[in-house]
C-alpha cells in the first residue's frame, strides 16, 4: 500500500491529523523513481561576524557591505558609527545616498551615520526612495513626508501628502517598478511619481485593496511582486497575501492558525532563492519559521538546531544576519549544516484507515541510501502513531547506508491497525542528503495484502 508523504506543513490531506514537513520542501522530480521528493532546504555557510548582534540590517551601496549589528553600525569590518533601539532597521538607497530608519529617526549612512531633521521633529516609521526623492512615511498617520530630488537629508516643510482613500495609519512603504505601494493598517494604496515639483506624487489609477497589513516587517518583494501578512476591514483572520490584480491569499488554514498565536508585531518576513526556488520565509518569534515556495505554492516548516525558529532574519544580495548574535551567513544549496550544527528535517506520511483492522507486516520509506561517509552509516528515524497523532510509539533507527551501500529503509512488526489509521513521523539528524520519496506499507487482513 502506498501512502502520502506530506507536500507541505499542514497538508490538507492530512485531515485532522497534523502533518510535518520540517526543514524540507517537495519538488518535482521527472528523472523518478517517483513524481516527486522531499528536498533539504539549503544550509548556512558562515561569511563573517560583525558585533555582539543581533543583525538589524545588511544592506549593499556602492560596493561596500553595510551592517547594523546591535546598536554599532558597521562599513566593512570597520565601525561608523551607532544607531539605538532593538528593532529591525528599514532601509533604502539611490545611487549615491543610503537611509535607515529605526526607532522613529532618520539616518543617512555613508563614511559615518548622521542624524536627518524632520520638519515639526515628526518621527518616522519606513523609509523608500522614488522619482529620484526619499519617502518618509511619518509614524501613526497616513502622512508622508519626501525629500528634495538628490538630497535625502532635505525635507522641506510642505514636502508632505497622505495616502488618500482611507484615514488608516501608514504601516510600511515599498517600491515595486515604478510604483510607490502604501500599506495602510486597513488598505493598500498604489502611488506613481509624476515629475511634478509641487506634487511629485499621485495615486495610480484609483488602484487599492481593501486589505491592509499587520506588521511592517513581512513585506517583501520576491518573484516581480510583494508578499505581506495582511489585515481586512472586516475583522477576517490574518493571512499571507501576494500582491495581484486584486490581493491573492496564499497561506494555509495551518499557517493562518500560527498566525493568530503569534505576537504579529514581532513577526520578520525575508526572501531568499536558491536552485530555482524562491521562498517567502515568515518568522513568527515563539510559534516558528513557515517557507512558502513560490514555484509549487506550498509551505514547509523551517527550523535552526535547539530551536523552533530560522536563526536568520535580514538579508540583502546573498548575505544573512543571524536574529541573536552578530553573524553573518550566505546560502548555501549543497551544505546540511548551520554553519557547525547539524540541520534536523522531519516529514509526516499517512495510512488512512475507516473500518476493519489489519496487521502492519513492514513500513518502508523510499529515500536516497549510500549518503553516508565512507565507514559511516546515518540513521533515519521513524515514529508512529495510531491514536490519531494522540499517543505515539519512541523513536525507532533505520540505516540509510555508506557509499556503495544502499538498504532497505524498513521497520517491522507495528502489530494491528484500525480506524483511524497510522499516522508516521520521519526524522533525520546525519548532516548528510536525505531526500525521502514515498511510503508503502505493508498491510494485512486476514489472508489479504495491501
Given at each position: 500500500?502506498?501512502v502520502a ?8 490531506r ?18 523518478g523513481?517517483?513524481?516527486?521528493r ?19 540590517c ?11 549589528s546591535g546598536t554599532?553600525?558597521?562599513k ?15 532601509y533604502?538607497?539611490s ?5 535607515m530608519?529605526?526607532e ?5 549612512v ?9 520638519p515639526?521633529d ?22 508622508f ?14 514636502n508632505f501628502a ?8 501608514i ?9 510607490i ?28 485593496y ?8 513581512t ?8 508578499f505581506w501578512?495582511?489585515t ?19 497561506s494555509?488554514?495551518?499557517?493562518e492558525?500560527?498566525?493568530a498565536?503569534?505576537d ?10 536558491s ?16 517557507a ?5 505554492g506550498?509551505?514547509?516548516?523551517w ?20 536574529v ?9 544549496p ?27 507486516n513492514?513500513v518502508r ?33 533505520a540505516?540509510l547506508?555508506?557509499?556503495g ?7 517491522r512488526?507495528?502489530?494491528l ?5 497510522l499516522?508516521i513521523?520521519?526524522?533525520?539528524t546525519?548532516?548528510a542528503d536525505f ?12 489472508s489479504?495484502r495491501?
Open positions: 500500500m502506498k508523504l506530506a507536500s507541505q506543513a499542514f497538508d490538507r492530512f485531515s485532522t491529523a497534523r502533518s510535518l514537513l520540517v526543514n524540507l520542501y517537495a519538488e518535482q522530480s521527472p528523472e523513481p517517483t513524481s516527486d522531499r528536498v533539504p532546504r539549503p544550509g548556512l555557510a558562515p561569511y563573517g561576524e560583525l558585533g555582539a548582534g543581533p543583525v538589524r545588511v544592506a549593499f551601496h556602492l560596493g561596500s557591505l553595510f551592517v547594523v554599532r553600525v558597521f566593512g569590518s570597520t565601525q561608523i558609527g551607532v544607531i539605538p533601539g532593538l528593532s529591525l532597521v528599514r533604502a538607497q545611487d549615491t545616498e543610503l537611509v530608519v529605526a522613529g529617526l532618520v539616518y543617512l555613508g563614511d559615518d551615520v548622521q542624524t536627518v531633521a524632520m515639526a515628526d518621527l518616522i516609521s519606513d523609509v523608500a526612495v522614488a522619482g529620484g526623492r526619499f519617502i518618509y512615511p511619518v509614524q501613526d498617520t497616513g502622512k513626508r519626501y525629500s528634495d530630488i538628490g538630497d535625502a537629508a532635505t525635507v522641506g516643510a510642505l497622505s495616502a488618500e482613500s482611507d484615514p488608516d495609519d504601516v510600511s512603504v515599498e517600491v515595486l517598478g515604478s510604483d505601494v502604501f500599506f495602510g493598517e486597513n488598505t493598500t494604496e498604489w502611488h506613481v511619481p509624476t515629475g511634478d515639483i509641487d506634487a511629485p506624487f499621485q495615486r495610480n489609477g484609483g488602484r487599492r481593501d486589505r491592509g497589513s499587520a506588521c511592517q516587517n513585506a517583501v518583494k520576491l518573484d516581480n511582486t510583494i501578512v495582511g481586512a476591514q472586516q475583522g477576517a483572520d490574518l493571512q499571507v497575501y501576494r500582491a495581484s490584480g486584486v490581493p491573492q491569499a496564499v494555509n488554514e495551518g499557517i492558525a500560527a498566525l498565536e503569534a504579529i508585531t514581532l513577526a520578520t518576513a525575508l526572501a531568499i532563492v536552485t530555482g526556488h524562491s521562498f517567502y520565509v515568515l518568522n513568527l518569534p515563539g510559534v516558528g519559521t513557515y512558502y515556495d513560490v514555484k509549487t506550498l509551505w514547509g516548516e527550523q535552526s538546531f535547539g530551536q523552533p525558529t530560522y536563526r536568520i532574519q535580514c538579508g540583502a544580495d546573498g548575505v544573512y544576519g543571524d541573536d548574535t552578530g553573524q553573518l551567513w550566505t546560502i548555501d549543497s551544505r546540511r549544516t548551520d554553519g557547525s550544527d547539524l540541520i534536523s528535517y522531519q516529514v509526516s506520511a499517512l495510512a488512512p484507515v475507516e473500518e476493519g483492522s489489519f496487521r502492519v513492514a520509506l523510499h529515500a536516497r541510501t549510500g549518503i553516508g561517509s565512507p565507514g559511516g552509516s546515518p540513521v533515519v528515524e521513524a515514529r508512529y502513531s495510531k491514536q490519531g497523532a494522540e499517543e505515539w510509539s519512541s523513536w525507532r533507527e540505516s547506508g555508506s557509499p551501500n544502499h538498504p532497505r529503509v524498513m521497520w512488526q507495528w502489530g491497525l484500525k480506524a483511524p489509521g499516522a513521523d520521519f526524522r533525520f546525519g548532516g531526500v525521502p520519496y514515498a511510503v508503502t506499507i505493508d498491510l494485512q487482513q486476514g489479504n495491501l
